[in-house]
């Protein structure tokens, strides 16, 4: 039997784009709030805002707004691993930033009441972002944005694409990447303060999605 497709008036499309976006602010403020959970459905919502393919067309897309519009690049695009710290009373102890490019997030470090507390934040957090430039879709959407200088690399698109289809967006695949299981360890960044490696959470894979929420919600 062949099926009978009706096509969605523009009106509707719009409407559901008005919804994904106010979904998608929802989720970004549970994150902030310390509900690191909400990046899945946070990544469902940039999937359905972003991916095209043969057979998945995204809502911009079908709007005719994707290859239209430019998209904010925030990343520091700095390989140096002491770009964008934030640092409070620690400048007793020593530091040694890893090799690895994390490009979308900002570390803070501080000493309370004597014990060294660290945290990796979304760099539309920190207060001496660098200013971000405009990219077209394809350019943006496939720029690296994680490098740990050992062949595990991910783009704007990997990011997405693992959260919302194999690690809990939209599905849970059985096996994970092997970037993914890197970037999920807290130590994955090899940073070393005092002589501890140190451990940031959010983990830096769920803390770039947040920060490309940012960027989508700034272009759209």
């Not at 660098?130 to 200088?149: E, G, H, R, S, T």
Request: glycine residues 4%.
């Amino acid at each position: 039997m062949d099926e009978t497709h009706i096509s969605r008036e523009k009106s509707e499309l719009v409407k559901n784009l008005q919804s994904q976006i106010d979904l998608l602010k929802k989720y970004c403020e549970y994150f902030d709030d310390g509900k690191v959970e909400f990046v899945f459905p946070m990544s469902t919502c940039l999937r359905v805002l972003l991916k095209e393919t043969q057979q998945c067309q995204s809502l911009l897309g079908q709007l005719g707004l994707l290859e239209r519009m430019s998209f904010v690049d925030s990343a520091h695009h700095c390989y140096n691993g002491f770009c964008c710290w934030e640092l409070s009373n620690v400048s007793h102890q020593t530091f040694i930033d890893g090799a690895v490019y994390a490009g979308l997030v900002s570390k803070k470090a501080e000493m309370i009441d004597d014990v060294l507390t660290v945290q990796l934040l979304p760099l539309c957090k920190f207060s001496n972002s660098p200013k971000p430039q405009m990219l077209p879709f394809n350019i943006w959407y496939n720029d690296l944005v994680i490098d740990n200088k050992g062949g595990n690399k991910m783009s704007r698109k990997n990011i997405i694409e693992n959260i919302s289809e194999k690690a809990g967006g939209c599905h849970v695949d059985p096996n994970m990447t092997q970037e993914e299981a890197l970037f999920r360890e807290p130590t994955s960044l090899k940073t070393i303060i005092s002589g501890k490696i140190v451990e940031f959470h959010p983990e830096p894979i769920y803390t770039s999605l947040r920060q490309i929420a940012w960027e989508v919600l700034e272009s759209v």
